[in-house]
């Protein structure tokens, strides 16, 4: 067992990269919860911006457009969940699991055609003096584009959740649709932004999956993600540096495991593939065992319909 | 639409089945565990299917189903297969077996063809490549062209195929190399680009310069032309997504056994068999050796592999000791059929245990 | 302008109307589906919903796959009228096939009529226990049970994947990870009582469990209890009714009967426990629950009907070469529809004229 093998850089790297797909969807879900929607659709999502993504980044040979095309489809299809959660009134647990399955199912039959297939490559950040810096160097300034991007996106959640006003707004939607309501907002309007959000950013993190990560497409490759997400907003307390932190920790778990297998640690490679899971419920109990901290921060209108009388 | 047209005769006229073979082509079907475009193992079985149609020309029909699971899922497809009137069924996962044998007893007029299993009966038959001899070959290359000693192994699942593979090209490369040394990473799935990539970075992340995989996608070899390091692309040529990564890559080449199974199905010479070919008889070639290749260590791969097909040379001569140092083959003792079977044990110096 | 009004009571026509209303839009959108991918919808269409009704080997696939789903909706049922959401069925799934193949296993060869029984009740308590995970961290810490059900599913997986590399692995299988044929062992062996209608030991467990359902919820007070903290969940605990026992007793039921399914599942269809075991039957489940709109007999036919689209499916993906997956989306639309329309149930739509 040589443990000297592991090398933490790459270790930090590896994790920032696992960690992303599933910060990015969270980030988008913080933000569909905090107005007061529960979408478990984020898998389908994520999947329908992996194909989307990549079928328009081969179709243009520009990954970027991919990006963009991938934020479009995941949107469309919370669009979907969007319609018939708040204007058809169906039940948000049915709808979003109802999501997941045909989002799933449509990817894999559009990406029948694209298996197998290269994609363009994504080019990383590599300011040669810069990303010599010892340490930090490879850390901070060798990644692609869309790390940055989820980086940046934690701090922008964070100030339009805590000092701009529409944030406190999607927030007293979250709080109480009725007040929020009688106050004269549009909460349909805001929900339906706010789900159309969660999707585009759900799609990024599915794109970064076939674009950059693997790269190719496969049925079901985000394996899981969407869910690791869901678990991710609720274990942040709806709050994006925690959310930032969270999953930089099962990305690093994720990691960490492939490595102790080489490492030869001696636990049967199956055991180890639990841990992450296993390490996800129980930073799960942990915060939500903390009844006053968890109430004070999720939204009191989570799950519930709207609909306005009148 | 004829081919659908043709299959809905075939079920109609269920009870006649075997008069449908005088005058109707003979149907030949295929099912495949994984996409036809994974561009590995899968794709390949499915260019055998395309050289049988292209050689038989309209004497033959073909149809397949891909991504079929392997378990109860698979005997529902190779049922209905059959009940369409085929004549003759290629199942190409080890996962099929039981699924086979059990609608071979249904179905005693059809044909089956097996891969990689080892459970047979009067119209059952099974085949296999000794791609162990195709390993040998990339581990003498491995252990000439790696700089930090380290051969990253992705194995899918510790089935004795697999660690058949581990072993010969461990051996072969010790055998150029006494310093090199192998890690293994197991994913337990046969095609899962996301996890085989995953594995290749890790693997490269500590200290691997030279990939092999046992999986079906070129994810590994993706990851190795990105980050700059060699691999061996599996099961068909992956130079596509590694030119410059991909060393050469062991191809499993279906079409001469796939030609020979249905002319004698449509002779009425077939009879059960089990097969296991390798080099000689052609099932297991190579791609192209890249152009960065030293000339000394190309010429030794091709002599190498030329000496394999002969016969003269096999890749587990002793004297070779098991893992836990206990000796397994003698000086000049050749490993036999059903220990290469049953393996399921490291070679001594392969560090790491197999799955338990 | 057209706007949502509440009816006064949910209207019992649309209650029965709007399941048949999905399914002819789900068979309208599938078919344009299918024209767009450049398949005969017309054809496509009748495979999936018309032929497993009316070919006789379909029949009989439909309860041999509708079983386990009914089973484990109605299960589920009981939870989600409760607001308590049990996604995990799959996890318990599993390990209730592990519980009761490892009884199987640990007896393999002695005989005896009670050798079924114990098996299906060691799965049942496997599954109880895997749920009662999420129930207690649930009832005791407050973690959300969608969350802890579904990773518990992953580790599930991974769990059968040790098992059947390790301690379940069957020793004369040449190494491959995977246990002993319970297909051999004539007293685990699941009976099939009527052949013609594929109904076996797990398909009247299943029916079954219908009734007892149906009766728990009409005449048994925990089905009161249920029906009301589901509805109105302030007033059940003032009317003294334990929210945590109700959450245990949900999930404990659909823990059990999941456990149960995969028992049966592993003794009929599938033969022996594989890595590729699951197949996804407890996330179908939830679909089958709420197309049964959360009522025994609605799941039983929805159960049926979702059967129909996986045989339906695998024939349509054999005769017309369209992708597997293709029936998911057809399976995600049936549900997607019958949540749009259910609306209709509640609300009445209407015009009103807006007022300048």
Known sequence: MDFSSIDPISLIVSLMIAATPILLAGLGELVVEKSGVLNLGVEGMMIIGAIAGFAMAVETENPYLGMLAAMGAGAVLALLFGILTQFLLSNQVATGLALTLFGLGLAALLGHSYTGIKPPSVDKLNISFLTDIPVLGRILFNHDAVVYFSIFMVFVLWWFLNRSRAGLVLRAVGESHDAAHSLGYNVLLIRMLAIMFGGAMAGLGGAYFSLIRVPQWTEGMTAGAGWIALALVVFSSWKPGRLLIGAYLFGGISVLEINLQIVGVGISPAYLKMTPYLVTIIVLVIMSSDRRRASLNAPASLGRSFHASH | MRLIKTMAAGALALGLATAAQAQDPYKVGFIYVGPIGDLGWSYQHDLGRQAVQEHFGDAVETSYVESVPEGADAERVITQMARSGVDMIFTTSFGYMDATINVAEEFPNVRFEHATGYRVADNVSTYSARFYEGRHVIGLIAGRMTETNTVGYIASFPIPEVIRGINAAYLAAKSVNPEVEFKVVWVFTWFDPGKEAEAANALIDQGADVIMQHTDSPAAMTIAEERGVMAFGQASNMANFGPTAQLTSIMDDWDPYYIARVQAGIDGSWVSTETWDGIGPGMVAFAPFNESLPAEVVAEAEAARDAIAAGTMHPFTGPINRQDGSPWLAAGEVADDGTLATMDFYVEGVTGDIPQ | ?356
């Open chain 3, 1 to 356: 302008m057209i706007r949502l009004e509440r009816r006064k009571a949910p209207s019992i026509q649309m209650l029965w109307l709007t399941p048949i209303l999905a399914v002819l839009l789900t068979m309208f959108f599938g078919g344009i589906l299918f024209a767009l991918l450049g398949k005969d919808p017309v054809a496509a269409i009748h495979m999936i919903f018309i032929e497993p009704f009316t070919d006789s080997y379909s029949q009989r696939q439909l309860m041999i796959k509708g079983g386990p789903l009914i089973l484990i909706a109605v299960g589920l049922s009981l939870g989600f009228k409760a607001g308590v959401w049990n996604i995990g069925a799959e996890g318990q799934f599993i390990m209730g096939a592990i519980g009761g193949g490892a009884v199987g296993l640990a007896l393999y060869g002695t005989p005896g009529i009670w050798v079924l029984p114990l098996m299906a009740t060691a799965g049942a308590l496997s599954g109880f226990a895997w749920a009662m995970i999420p129930a207690f961290l649930r009832v005791k810490f407050n973690a959300n049970e969608i969350l802890v059900s579904l990773m518990l599913v992953y580790v599930a997986e991974n769990f059968l994947r040790a098992m059947v590399t390790g301690v379940l692995k069957n020793p004369d299988g040449r190494g491959f990870p995977e246990s002993r044929s319970l297909a051999d062992y004539a007293s685990a062996e699941m009976p099939m009582l009527i052949k013609s209608a594929g109904l076996n030991v797990g398909g009247l467990v299943a029916l079954g469990a219908v009734v007892a359902a149906y009766a728990l919820l009409a005449r048994h007070r925990l089905g009161y209890q249920i029906k009301l903290t589901g509805q109105a969940p302030r007033a059940a605990r003032f009317s003294g009714v334990n929210p945590g026992f109700i959450v245990a007793a949900a999930l404990g039921i659909s823990g059990a009967l999941a456990g149960v399914a995969g028992l049966f599942e592993l003794v009929g269809p599938a033969g022996k426990l594989t890595t590729n075991f699951p197949l996804g039957y407890g996330f179908t489940a939830i679909i089958v629950a709420f197309l049964g709109r959360l009522h025994p007999v609605g799941i039983l036919l929805a159960g049926i009907l979702m059967a129909a689209t996986y045989v339906g499916g695998e024939t349509v993906q054999f005769q017309l070469q369209v992708p597997a997956a293709a029936i998911r989306v057809f399976q995600g639309m049936l549900l997607f529809f019958l949540l749009a329309v259910d609306v209709l149930v509640a609300y009445r739509i209407v015009r009103k004229k807006e007022a300048k």
